[in-house]
């Protein structure tokens, strides 16, 4: 019914509506609102140097790859100098490059790469805390002029019957255990909301926040396109006027007292002030702009959170602030979702977040959830990357996915014992040793073991592989029809059936493409879905068409159990 509506509008449109304004309307898409966006993860993407970790020589090297497959902006988990207690997510200095991935040289080399190719570049960026072993903390924990309060620290408190000192409060870090730590050389408990070496930093300290824009700025000076801001919702706590902290009550999620779900985080994520501090930084981005001209500049926001807190991130107005508040809808998929589910899980943002703002993005996976190969099942790689590049907006690709790389199962070494490596493995660029990702005689974490058949060089040749379809779908992102999302009726999505979903882009030259994804495993007949004649221009593997075929849809057409596919209507 309001797919039916759409085309109705859309076609009242076109009528109505002389050409011009429909290259306006095209034109009125920035950059990132329908980028495709790509995620590498430094130490797994490319080793330059035959040490097993991949570099930034190895990145610049590859960027070329990016720009085959229709990448427009890759972003970089962190590069920045660290102690690799987090790999990166704990870091000592945030502006100079940690020497396993090169030097400052090398990032400006790989920046010139990029502007070459026309490719953006966006950083991570990781406010909340630093590592341990940041000068900051250390002046800090001794009270250095200016470093007094640039974290989060209290005495704690002393038990009534015990007499012995207590955190200051009952919050659980997100890796579990207490939030607090004592630190012997200070006499007071830091806090930290993941690890012990992640001290956060005090953001009610306009000195902090300061320093912050400082790093922002050094990183801009040097070409970058944008910040992917890591663990938004955990930058502020709540703390009581008499300088106390609330305990936070149990969510009846967990047993297990010392596991992040044991408590309901009402103090220490999405806190108010958190909306305020992403203004401040758009802000700043946009001083940048207005100084110094260019494209604009994004601000990716890591959040898991509501969508209406995402919401209020993105803007309210009268002020703005992150672009892409990252939506991790997809990413809760499983291997039993439906067609109907996934369309729950599209309508939990666009009836929001599209409804107020007019726009999306979708992710698929990161570094920190198992890939759509373990997580959904191999036949359904193809199947989410046709869908989150079909959807109106930006698509986010964690690297690997457009060749179905798959968790690795791992054990725990010297270098790495984290319950996240299976999804960190290098990336697989050939069948030959170690997938061509190093010359070392073992890499920091293992290839998988099914390279030889995943990898980028042999899916080049093979018509109909992941890396085919990935390259297809970005050349359609790119297309008029597909760019023209923000006109009445450019876009419709509904379960056809309860496994079959169909999303429509139209644009107002009365273009048509439709998308029909049969997520489950029956051969579905699907009847009166147009009176028109369309062509095949787009098929998965488990397709029995060929790009070129016609289908009358006044008829009925058949999809095969795992059969996406993108049909053009012939007008
Ligand atoms: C970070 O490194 C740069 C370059 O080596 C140095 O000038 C700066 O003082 C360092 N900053 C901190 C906070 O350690
Ligand atoms: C954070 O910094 C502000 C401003 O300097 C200060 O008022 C506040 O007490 C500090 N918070 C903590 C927990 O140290
Ligand atoms: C938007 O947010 C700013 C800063 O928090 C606030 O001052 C302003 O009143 C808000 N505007 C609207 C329309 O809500
Ligand atoms: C997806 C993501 O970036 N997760 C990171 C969130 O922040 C923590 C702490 O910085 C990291 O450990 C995660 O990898
Ligand atoms: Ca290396
Ligand atoms: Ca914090």
Redesign the pocket.
């Known amino acids: 019914m309001l797919t039916r509506l759409l085309l109705v509008l859309a076609a009242l449109l076109f009528v109505a509506t002389p050409h011009f304004t429909v290259a306006a309307a095209v034109d009125d898409v920035d950059w990132w609102e329908n980028a495709a966006l790509y995620q590498i993860y430094p130490r797994s993407f490319q080793d330059s140097n035959g040490d097993g970790v991949g570099d930034l020589q190895g990145i610049t090297q590859r960027l070329a790859y990016l720009k085959e497959i229709g990448i427009t902006a890759t972003w970089l988990?962190p590069i920045f100098s660290s102690p690799m207690s987090?790999?990166g997510?704990?870091i000592s200095n945030f502006t100079e490059v940690d020497s396993i991935f090169g030097t400052l040289d090398d990032f400006k080399a790989l920046m010139v790469q990029a502007k070459s190719l026309g490719l953006k570049i966006i950083l991570?960026f990781?406010p909340?805390?630093s590592s341990d072993e940041c000068e900051w903390f250390q002046k800090s924990v001794n009270r250095q002029d200016g470093y007094d309060e640039f974290y989060v620290w209290h005495d704690g408190k002393v038990n009534a019957e015990t007499g012995e000192r207590e955190p200051p409060s009952n919050w659980v870090s997100?890796?579990g255990g207490s939030q607090w730590t004592w630190h012997e050389t200070r006499q007071q408990y830091f806090l930290h909301q993941?690890?012990v070496k992640?001290p956060d930093l005090n953001f009610s300290n306009p000195m902090v926040r300061e320093h912050m824009l400082d790093v922002l700025g050094f990183w801009l000076d040097l070409g970058v396109d944008g910040f992917r801001i890591?663990?938004v919702p955990?930058i502020y706590e709540h703390r009581n006027a008499d300088g106390s902290y609330p305990d936070e009550p149990v969510s009846g999620w967990s047993s297990d007292p010392d596991s992040y779900d044991y408590h309901d985080h009402i103090y220490t994520k999405d806190q108010p002030d958190t909306v305020e501090l992403m203004y401040e930084w758009r802000d700043y981005l946009l001083k940048y702009e207005a100084e110094h001209g260019g494209e604009t500049r994004v601000l990716l926001a890591?959040a898991y959170s509501a969508v209406e807190t995402l919401s209020a991130y993105f803007g309210n107005g009268t002020r703005l602030g992150t672009q892409l508040p990252m939506n991790f809808q997809l990413m809760y998929l499983s291997g039993y979702s439906t067609a109907r589910d996934v369309v729950g899980n599209i309508d939990y943002w666009m009836n929001t977040m599209w409804a107020n703002h007019q726009t999306a993005n979708w992710v698929v996976g990161?570094?920190?959830?198992e890939r759509v190969s373990t997580r959904m099942g191999a036949h359904k790689v193809d199947l989410l990357n046709v869908i989150v590049n079909s959807l109106p907006g930006a698509s986010v690709t964690y690297y690997g996915e457009e060749i179905g790389m798959a968790n690795v199962e791992t054990e725990c070494t010297e270098i790495s014992c984290d319950n996240?490596d299976g999804e960190r493995t290098p990336m697989q660029w050939a069948p030959t040793k170690n997938g061509d990702f190093s010359t070392a005689e073992s890499t920091w974490l293992p290839l998988s073991t099914d390279f030889e058949r995943y990898n980028v060089r042999t899916e080049r040749g093979v018509a109909r592989s992941s890396l085919q379809v990935f390259k297809g779908l970005q050349q359609l992102k790119s297309s008029s029809a597909f760019l023209a999302f923000k006109q009445e009726g450019g876009f419709s999505y509904e379960a056809v059936t309860e496994q079959v979903l169909q999303i429509i882009r139209t644009n107002l030259r009365n273009e048509e493409y439709r998308i029909l994804v049969n997520m489950g495993n029956k051969i579905e007949k699907i009847t009166g879905l147009s009176n028109k004649v369309y062509e095949y221009i787009l098929v998965t593997a488990y397709s029995v068409h060929r790009p070129g075929e016609t289908i009358d849809l006044s008829e009925s057409i058949i999809l095969m159990p795992y059969e996406a596919i993108v049909l053009r209507w012939l007008a």
């Open positions: 988990s987090d790999f997510y704990d991570d990781v909340n805390h997100v890796f993941f690890q992640q890591d663990a955990h890591e990161n570094h920190d959830t996240r």
